[in-house]
Structures are given as structure tokens and as C-alpha cells.
């Protein structure tokens, strides 16, 4: 089956400095890739998400790239902000299985 | 758009009690729903995936008798813990897919079960 690793699983940045986050995937089949913000106690907020047949998509200060020959995918986000410390949880899926596999997840900590 | 509910957010039970956990698609149809778990500072654990008008498909290790799945219709699909213990104590957390859209799974906020 499908195997996420997410790198680091904690970060710490300056206020308005850029954090970026790692995630590999084992299965070539896998073309879809969500990236998801939780904050306590809440559930899991889609904030971008790519598809194999794309390279890079932003949103603002949110973008995502994506490398398929190294399976790998990175969130970027810039100008970091307070409100931006969550943990971070990027996922990978076929289309047909529908099931999300989780990267461990990354705690980011912007420090004003 | 794209908003899932959870009910209850959060609730305390005595051992022995079964507890069900409500999860509604409030602005679209949802053939798939899916349930997870979260240990504290650990990530999503997949338990099961519903499907409306099916029998659930759980996961490697879930005991499909202790948590009992319903998807009665294209926006609920409810989870009950049977004969709840100590051990069942967790973050449940629930998510949908939009019908007929692979791939993009909106979550609820969650619901906080303690266990006595």
C-alpha cells in the first residue's frame, strides 16, 4: 500500500519568514495530494491541493509542487503569520481508492 | 460549501455504555464518508469507509463489531462505539467526499470521546 513520510515534524520560524514542508510517497498510481491545517482540537482544514498533472499551484500566500519522478510533494507557505502555527498533514490517493494516506503531520510554530 | 458537522463535539461516558457519533454533509450529497482517529500529537488513523446504502469497509485491526458504522443516506453516516473501555478514549474525526469528485475529503471538527 501507499507510504507517506512528511519532513520535519516540527518547525519554527520567524514571523513574515517562509516554511516549507516535505512529504515522499511510494506508490507511482497515487495522483492526488492534499494538504490539510489542523489546529487544536479541530478537525482537519483543506487548505491546497494538487493533481498528478499538474507541476505547482499557489493560493495566495499557500503553494504546493509537486515532482513525480521523485514522488515527492512541498507545501510553501510565504510571509508567515501568527495565525499560520497549526500542525500540517500532507495525504496522498489514487482516484479510484478514494482512501487518504497521512504524512505524520508537521507542527509549525510561528514566533512573532 | 463543502461543510461536514459532527454531533456531539465532545462527550464522557462510563465504561460499559455504547456511544454513537452523528456526521452530516450539511450542503452536499456524500456517497462516501469516512471515519478516522487521532491519538493526541499522532496523526489521522483511517478506521473505516462508509458508503451510502453498503455495508462499511473497515480497515486492517478494527474491530467492526465494537464500531459500528451506518451510511443511511447521501448525508449521514453514523459511528457507534459499543461497550465503550478506557482504551477508546480518542479524537474522532469524520470526512466526506463530494459525489461523483474523487480524491477531495472534507473533514468535520471532531468529537472528543473520554471513557471513565
Known amino acids: 500500500g501507499e507510504n507517506v513520510e512528511q519532513h520535519p515534524s516540527t518547525l519554527s520560524v520567524q514571523e513574515g519568514d517562509s516554511a516549507v514542508i516535505k512529504c515522499t510517497y511510494s506508490?507511482?498510481?497515487?495522483?492526488?495530494f492534499p494538504w490539510y491545517k489542523q489546529e487544536l482540537g479541530k478537525g482537519p482544514q483543506l487548505i491546497i491541493d494538487?493533481?498528478?498533472?499538474?507541476g505547482e499551484k499557489k493560493d495566495q500566500r499557500i503553494a504546493v509542487t509537486l515532482n513525480k519522478t521523485a514522488k515527492h510533494f512541498s507545501l510553501h507557505i510565504t510571509e508567515t503569520q501568527p495565525e499560520d502555527s497549526a500542525v500540517y498533514f500532507c495525504?496522498?490517493?489514487?482516484?479510484?481508492?478514494?482512501?487518504?494516506?497521512f504524512g505524520g503531520g508537521t507542527r509549525v510554530l510561528v514566533k512573532p | 460549501g463543502a461543510v461536514v458537522s459532527q454531533h456531539p463535539s465532545w462527550v464522557i461516558c462510563k465504561s460499559g455504555t455504547s456511544v454513537k457519533i452523528e456526521c452530516r454533509s450539511l450542503?452536499?450529497?456524500?456517497?462516501?464518508m469516512f471515519w478516522y482517529r487521532q491519538f493526541p500529537k499522532q496523526s489521522l488513523m483511517l478506521m473505516a469507509t462508509?458508503?451510502?446504502?453498503?455495508?462499511?469497509?473497515?480497515e486492517q485491526g478494527v474491530e467492526k463489531d465494537k464500531f459500528l458504522i451506518n451510511h443511511a443516506s447521501l448525508t449521514l453516516s453514523t459511528l457507534t462505539v459499543t461497550s465503550a473501555h478506557p482504551e477508546d478514549s480518542s479524537f474522532y474525526i469524520c470526512?466526506?467526499?463530494?459525489?461523483?469528485?474523487?480524491?477531495?475529503?472534507?473533514f468535520g471538527p471532531g468529537t472528543r470521546l473520554t471513557v471513565l
Open positions: 450542503d452536499f450529497q456524500a456517497t462516501t
Open positions: 506508490d507511482s498510481a497515487s495522483n492526488y
Open positions: 470526512s466526506a467526499r463530494i459525489s461523483g469528485r474523487y480524491g477531495e475529503q472534507f
Open positions: 495525504a496522498a490517493t489514487k482516484a479510484a481508492g478514494n482512501k487518504l494516506t
Open positions: 494538487i493533481r498528478s498533472n499538474v
Open positions: 462508509s458508503n451510502e446504502g453498503s455495508k462499511a469497509t473497515y
